[in-house]
């Protein structure tokens, strides 16, 4: 019980209060920190660093983070791949016993791709104004229309999530302007 309570005094500090209110507990921090770190390593790689997590309670099924410019896939985006491993693994697409952590708002693809797979529960972590299909342009998995509506969760570690986008995009301006300069 104690210990319970600890880990939801955990979810509070790192998710906020909004987020644990909408069913975040300390082991979705938890995906989200390692899919963080699946982010760092892809920027290192020179790709836009997402990274995403899909899990089952406390169990790591797949995870993946952003591979575009390696693999030259336009779909190869972090949790669209992790999902297609995860089903590929379990040799089985309905992945409804599974959450899913990804650091950037899915776009409407993935968004697609998780009402397809029947995931359970998403957690993401910085809102995509652009492109976002859960909550900022669109709102597909919670459409209506659709046979199967994840709840979502927004906003687990968005701030650090977010830094680590801003970071690459302007050490990606810097390198460019540097190349610039050496050109010209
Ligand atoms: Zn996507």
Not at 172 to 178: D, K, L, S
């Amino acid at each position: 019980m104690r210990r319970t309570r600890r880990r939801g005094a955990v979810a509070v500090r790192l998710a906020g209060p909004e987020a644990v209110r909408r069913g975040a507990r300390a082991v979705d921090v938890g995906m989200m920190l390692r899919a963080m770190t699946l982010a760092r390593h892809a920027a290192r790689r020179g790709e836009v660093p997402v990274g995403a997590v899909v899990y089952r309670g406390r169990e790591v099924v797949c995870e993946h983070a952003n591979d575009r410019e390696a693999t030259g896939d336009p779909t190869g985006h972090a949790e669209l791949v992790a999902m297609r491993e995860a089903g590929r693994m379990r040799g089985a697409w309905r992945l409804t016993d599974c959450s899913l952590a990804v650091t950037l708002e899915p776009c409407a693809m993935c968004a697609g791709a998780i009402v397809n797979a029947r995931i359970g529960r998403v957690f993401f972590g910085a809102h995509d104004p652009k492109a976002g299909a859960c909550g900022s342009l669109w709102t597909i998995p919670a459409d209506g229309r659709l046979n199967h509506r994840p709840p979502i969760v927004a906003g687990i570690l968005a701030r650090a999530c977010g830094r680590q986008l801003t970071a690459f995009f302007a050490e990606r301006r810097r390198a460019a302007r540097r190349q610039g300069t050496a050109a010209g």
